[in-house]
């Protein structure tokens, strides 16, 4: 399950794809929103993704995790659109035999998400807003 | 593709300072996040010599001054993110995409 939505991402969904009668382990990473940035305030995140490249990345990233991990399940859901302090921005949840591979694949999974996948963020302070940029593009490319 | 819908997609643009004609091809360009807002809109219009990937991104750089300010802006060519010797043409899918900042 890979989704891109406009509404709350339903976190027990997101677990209940990725869990597996096999596994001995589910391992879950939630994104929230924080209400501070670089000493400010923020009142909302605008999200906004290039929805058809992001979903072929992440199956990309996910792929790549199947490859790395015995991966019994997994979920990834982004939320897109305005977000407030406290609301979940992202969800990504995997199953596997032992915990030590779920930890691992999660943990790859998102950091590659913020790493590559099209998605942008911008924090609206009081005062103003702010594009966010993450990492330099010459890290995207090497993975391809 | 017929040959009116290659003449269609080709135009000639006027003439430059020393008098040479130049090919110029209509590319059309997704954006996204502080690139859409520099350049203006979520899908843009542009007449455009660029054959490969790195020459779109000078043209584009020559043309909109702040988007060099950004330190890397990727190109995507039908989903795909592009190497600067990545050919492309008017049928592409072209994408302009700032640093990402998901999670």
């Known amino acids: 399950m890979i989704k891109l939505t406009e509404k709350a991402i339903d976190v ?13 382990a589910v391992d879950v990473f939630i994104g929230t929103v924080r209400n501070n940035a670089h000493g400010k ?9 290039y929805e058809s490249m992001a979903i072929a990345e992440i199956k990309k990233i996910v792929d790549e995790a199947c490859h790395q991990w015995p991966l019994l399940g997994w979920g990834v859901s982004h939320r897109i659109g305005t977000l407030k302090p406290g609301e979940v921005s992202v969800v990504v949840a995997v199953s596997t035999p032992h915990r030590r591979d779920a930890f691992e694949a999660c943990q790859f999974i998102i950091d590659a998400i913020k790493e590559r996948v099209p998605i942008w963020k911008k924090e609206v302070f009081e005062d103003g807003e702010e594009w966010i940029s993450a990492r330099p593009a010459a890290s995207v490319l090497a993975h391809h | 593709m017929t040959i009116l819908q290659c003449l269609q997609m080709i135009s000639f643009a006027d003439k430059d300072m020393n008098d040479n004609f130049i090919l110029m091809r209509q590319l059309q360009l997704k954006t996204f996040g502080i690139a859409r807002e520099i350049l203006g809109a979520r899908e843009v219009s542009l007449k455009s010599n660029a054959e490969t990937v790195g020459m779109l991104r000078t043209e584009l750089i020559h043309t909109y001054p702040s988007l060099g300010g950004l330190g890397s802006i990727m190109i995507a060519v039908n989903r795909q993110y ?7 043409s008017p049928d592409d899918e072209i994408a302009i995409l700032p640093p990402v900042s998901g999670g």
Request: no cysteine; charged share 20%; hydrophobic share 40%.
């Open chain 1, 41 to 49: 305030t923020v009142l909302w995140l605008e999200y906004e993704s």
């Open chain 2, 82 to 88: 592009a190497q600067d010797d990545n050919a492309i």
């Open chain 1, 12 to 24: 027990q969904k997101v677990i209940d794809t990725a869990s597996s009668l096999g596994a001995g």
